[in-house]
Structure formats: structure tokens, C-alpha cells
């Protein structure tokens, strides 16, 4: 019977993407919620000015000493039905290693938006299937070193007039779920800003009006994964990635004493560089200085990279250090990349499976006061 049923909902939605995938493209591109940097820029001041001027209404305001209190940034998690277009399925035995690491150093946990996947799946079936991750998660809530952002596929917990039932399920209390926070980390030379949110800020939809997200999160999404159409969806669309980093990158640029951290993408970026970009810079510098074991070992991965993403800003040498992108939980082989900010540094971590079993690795790593120095020159 549920062969039965498996075949006819296949066949209905064959037929219904024969008459309505063109129509949906076609509404998307005329009608498009593709941001633009006006409403790019005008959506991140107003949110930042918000939490920092009434920290807890949209977001909130967290002052720490980064050589004290550490924390991890994680985003775009896609958690799913574990069926076949569950994204996060193969990263799960990593995700769990790496909660338990940051419980065990008492980090605080920044969950960054699309921890769940709400436009394929219905909140039953996700709660049904992530038990193991939502327990994980419980420990940092029941130490108060938890928040949670939304993201534009996951914004029907403010959407849904059942959604505090679901978080009570999960974490057995209903958490606030914010639009960004502003971690103010206190450095000898004063506070540096680093102001988290997903990254959706500035599409019309899903960051619009509470009409619109309502049917972004219930109709729109829903219908678009139903029909196995991408559209102006930074994660699948290189245009998109590029024109996302480009404005997000120009607004933190613009900032003061501040970075900005997003996800979105699901494409890590570190001190405003992306991989192919610092490829770039590390074959210039091996160049330079003759090292030609490293020459050898550049030229090979820039091809590969190429293939996840062939684009290169042409003020890649000058840019300022200001933009940063934890990347995803949800990379094909399991692979997840997140950020640590601890020992009075930041870092891009990846957790990759090594012979069966959960490995961290460092990617990226620079000391917040550097940082700083180079923000404020």
C-alpha cells in the first residue's frame, strides 16, 4: 500500500511540476526578492542598532571576555526526515561529536538559522527523526548558553501559533528565538562587535512583512521544494553567493569596531576571504619566497575549488578583514564547518569523519586583538 501511494504521490507531483515549474520561475524572476544592497544595508543597521540599543526585543546583547568564556557558531544544519533529501543526514555523527566537545569546554552554543528544514518537511517528522540532535542541543539550553536565530527556511517558529508547543518538545522549554545577537567581546583596546544573524536580511520575503514571511515559510517554500525548483537561493545559485558575500561584505566594511558573521551561503568565509580567494594569496606568497613544494600543492587545489566556487573579488588583496561565514552543517561526505571564538581567537573549523570517527581540524585562525588592530586601521 505505501508502494502504492509513493507511486501516485510521484506521479501527481511529475504532473504538477509539468504545469507549474515554469509558472513559479517565472514568478520568482518577475517578481524577485533577490536583496539589494539599499535593502541589504538598511534591514543589518536597523537590526544592529536594535539589539544594541534594546538588547532582547529582535536579538540580543552579550558582553564576554573571549580569553574566558568561549563560544561556537553553527548554521544551516537543514536538519531533515532522514529520507533522500535529507542534507543533514550524513553530517549527524559529526554534529553530535562536536556538541559534545563544546558541552564538555562549556562553550555557548549560537545556533545561526535553517537548523531545520521546514520547507520540505513538517515539524512532526523533524522532531520524529533529530531526537539525538535536539538532545545534544538541551545541554547547552539547560545551562543558559544557547541561542537560537532564525533562518529563512526555519521562520515558522515565529510563524506558527504552535511553534512553543515544538520548542517545548525539543528543549522542554519554549526558548526565545531571536533575529541576531551581538557577542561584545571586551579587548584590551577596547570592545569589538560581532554581530550574528543569518543572513537573510534584506530579501523582501523572508525578511519583509509578517504577511510575507508567513508565506514564504508556508507556501512558497514548500511549493518550490515540492517542485524541485531553486530559485534566488544563495546556497544552490553561484550568482546569488557571490552578490550575498559582496553586499554583506560591504556593510560590515562600512562598520566600526565591528564584523559580522552569517550563514546562508552555506559557503565558509573568513576575515572577508572565501577558500579560492586565500588560495590565491598563499600561491602570490609561495611565489615570492620560491617555496615550490607549496607552489605544487596550491596548483592542484585551485582547480578543485574552482568546482564548488569560481568566482574571485577583484579587491581580494585590500579587503578589510570584516566579514566572516560559518559556512554549513550539511556538506555532501558528513563534513560540517562552523567558528570558535576562544582563547582570545577566532577560528573556521571543520569536522570531518577520518576513518570512521569524528575529527576536528583548524582551518582558519587569527587572535581577536589583531583583528581588531586591522578593523580600526
Known amino acids: 500500500m505505501k508502494k502504492i501511494l509513493h507511486h501516485l504521490l510521484e506521479g501527481f507531483r511529475s504532473m504538477m511540476k509539468f504545469f507549474l515549474a515554469k509558472p513559479v520561475t517565472w514568478a520568482a524572476n518577475r517578481f524577485s526578492s533577490a536583496p539589494t544592497r539599499e535593502h541589504v544595508h538598511h534591514s543589518l543597521t536597523e537590526l544592529y542598532k536594535s539589539i544594541t540599543r534594546d538588547p532582547g526585543n529582535k536579538g540580543l546583547l552579550i558582553d564576554f571576555k573571549p580569553d574566558r568564556q568561549p563560544v561556537v557558531i553553527f548554521s544551516d544544519h537543514h536538519k531533515g526526515a532522514r529520507d533522500g533529501r535529507d542534507d543533514f543526514g550524513p553530517a549527524e555523527q559529526n554534529y553530535l561529536a562536536a556538541l559534545d566537545f ?21 515539524i512532526l517528522s523533524v522532531l520524529k527523526h533529530n531526537k539525538a540532535t535536539f538532545e545534544k542541543e538541551k545541554m547547552f539550553v539547560d ?65 519583509g512583512n509578517a504577511f510575507s514571511k508567513w ?87 585551485i582547480p578543485r575549488r574552482k568546482q ?31 567558528l570558535e571564538i576562544s582563547g582570545g581567537s577566532i577560528r573556521l573549523v571543520r569536522w570531518v569523519t577520518e576513518n570512521g570517527l569524528p575529527v576536528r581540524k583548524v582551518a582558519e585562525e587569527e587572535s581577536l586583538l589583531s583583528l581588531a588592530g586591522k578593523i580600526m586601521d
Open 102 to 122: 563544546y558541552n564538555s569546554q562549556r562553550y555557548y552554543y549560537v545556533n545561526l538559522g535553517d537548523s531545520e528544514e521546514l520547507w520540505e518537511n513538517n
Open 143 to 207: 545551562r543558559n548558553a544557547y541561542a537560537k536565530i532564525f533562518g529563512n527556511h526555519d521562520l515558522y517558529w515565529g510563524n506558527d501559533p504552535f511553534a512553543s508547543l515544538a520548542l517545548k518538545k525539543m528543549y522542554g522549554q519554549a526558548i526565545p528565538i531571536y533575529t541576531g545577537i551581538v557577542l561584545r567581546a571586551n579587548l584590551p583596546t577596547g570592545y569589538l562587535d560581532i554581530f550574528c544573524t543569518h543572513g537573510h536580511q534584506g530579501d523582501q520575503s523572508s525578511d
Open 215 to 301: 508565506f514564504v515559510a508556508n507556501i512558497w517554500g514548500p511549493l518550490q521544494s515540492f517542485l524541485d525548483v531553486n530559485t534566488n537561493t544563495p546556497s544552490c545559485n553561484q550568482e546569488s553567493k557571490t552578490l550575498h558575500n559582496q553586499l554583506m561584505y560591504e556593510w560590515s566594511a562600512a562598520q566600526e569596531d565591528l564584523v559580522l558573521v552569517t550563514g546562508h551561503t552555506h559557503q565558509p568565509v573568513f576575515n572577508s576571504l572565501t577558500h579560492l580567494e586565500r588560495l590565491y594569496l598563499q600561491m602570490e606568497e609561495a611565489i615570492l619566497t620560491k617555496d615550490q613544494g607549496a607552489i605544487g600543492r596550491i596548483q592542484k587545489e
Open 308 to 338: 564548488e566556487y569560481d568566482y574571485v573579488n577583484s579587491s581580494f588583496r585590500t579587503m578589510k578583514p570584516s566579514y566572516f561565514n560559518a559556512g554549513c552543517c550539511c556538506f555532501d561526505g558528513g563534513t560540517i564547518t562552523g
